[in-house]
């Protein structure tokens, strides 16, 4: 299989379809090698070095296929010069004393042989990178840590740098809103419109995704309703919730324990959250759509909460439920269960 053979179709492959191709791999890694995104040599290994260098390559060449092979990132790879993209070379500065991770989790979670002590001052090289739950995922150029190239370090410890340019953290704005975030109310649903909360937010966040539909009849929420039932997940099962999103293509990385300012830095990425709260005495999820310095902005798939009970009659779209309130139906054990979502 070569890029080209991908042109006028709507084939996509995997990166694990990818891998399995030793001519696509060899031929995808010589371009990002030329590119300064890789290091040679072409091996015909399509492993997390090469992963991270495409990854990468799609993000600076704005392809919307991250984590997929498709026609616009083949006709991307064929295309693009060196001098049309920068290619300058991103730099990990450590900050503070901390620890390399191979999960991002705590570090008391890790056995010795999955995290690596780094003192402050030291740079590294890098292919890429991806902030991840007050993490920043990181795959390094070179071979500082064996054959292991993909760590995970807490992102209040480190700074990235493309050239001499600072690049990440990013400045939290005091105000997010997504834009044109699709709202759908679970009021109309097919299958049990009373409690379809989770499909119904889930719906919201692929449709703002761009995440494609299966089947073109109904509703997108019943869709993923029905495949619920087919595939005897769970919908009140938040790890369950997780895998139809996962399912379809996109991310779910779940939290029991996120916190307010880990949501708001992601929300101001431009990507959703679906959080949980007990907004109803069973229990109530909603898509986050923005902050503000008041409280969350979100879309209530069940219309507006109020103290004495829900309003279905209103539109649930763009609310904003203060933070005392979040804090009080969301966190009342100090626990914050949220799905950052993104593709």
């Known amino acids: 299989m070569k890029l080209q053979d991908f042109l006028g179709t709507e084939q996509r492959y995997d990166i ?10 060899r031929q995808i890694q010589v371009i990002l090698i030329n590119l300064s995104l890789l290091d040679p040599p072409a091996d015909g290994n399509f492993g997390s070095k090469s992963t991270a260098a495409l990854h990468r390559f799609q993000t600076l060449t704005d392809c919307g296929e991250p984590g997929f092979l498709g026609v616009k990132t083949a006709e991307k790879l064929i295309e693009t010069k060196p001098e049309q993209i920068q290619t300058d070379v991103l730099i990990l500065k450590i900050t503070k004393e901390t620890i390399l991770k191979m999960r991002p989790v705590a570090s008391s979670q890790l056995s010795d042989s999955e995290k690596q002590g780094i003192k402050p001052g030291q740079e590294f090289k890098l292919l890429a990178y991806e902030p991840l739950r007050g993490h920043i995922r990181v795959a390094f150029r070179g071979n500082e840590f064996g054959e292991q190239s993909v760590w995970y370090v807490f992102d209040q410890h480190a ?23 699709p709202y ?13 909360c989770n499909v119904t937010s889930i719906a919201m966040c692929l449709q703002y995704l761009g995440v494609r539909r299966r089947t073109s009849g109904g509703q997108y929420e019943d869709e993923l309703y029905e495949y619920a039932l087919q ?11 997780a895998k139809i999103v996962k399912d379809y293509g996109a991310k779910d990385y779940f939290s029991e324990r996120a916190t307010i300012e ?40 069940y219309g507006e909460w109020f103290a004495t009970g829900y309003r279905t009659d209103l539109s649930g779209a ?18 914050f269960w949220v799905h950052f979502i993104s593709v």
């Not at 694990?16 to 791999?25: G, M, P, R, V």
């Not at 992601?266 to 949980?276: C, F, I, M, Q």
């Not at 709260?277 to 902005?297: C, R």
């Not at 763009?318 to 969301?330: E, G, M, P, T, W």
């Open 318 to 335: 763009y609310l904003c439920y203060s933070y005392h309130l979040i804090r009080r139906v969301c966190m009342p054990d100090g626990d």
């Open 184 to 196: 759908r109310s679970q009021l109309d649903n097919f299958y049990n419109p009373t409690g379809s």
């Open 262 to 301: 880990e949501l708001q830095d992601w929300l101001a990425e431009g990507k959703p959250a679906v959080l949980h709260g007990y907004f109803t005495a069973f229990g109530h999820i909603m898509p986050v759509v923005g902050y503000n310095e008041k409280g969350l902005l979100v879309h209530d798939p």
């Open 159 to 181: 700074e990235i740098y493309q050239g001499k340019n600072f690049v990440y953290p990013k400045r939290r704005p005091p105000s997010v809103k997504l834009a044109n975030f």
């Open 231 to 241: 595939k005897g997940y769970s919908r009140w099962s938040p790890y369950d919730l």
């Open 16 to 25: 694990k379809a990818i891998a399995n191709d030793e001519e696509l791999t």
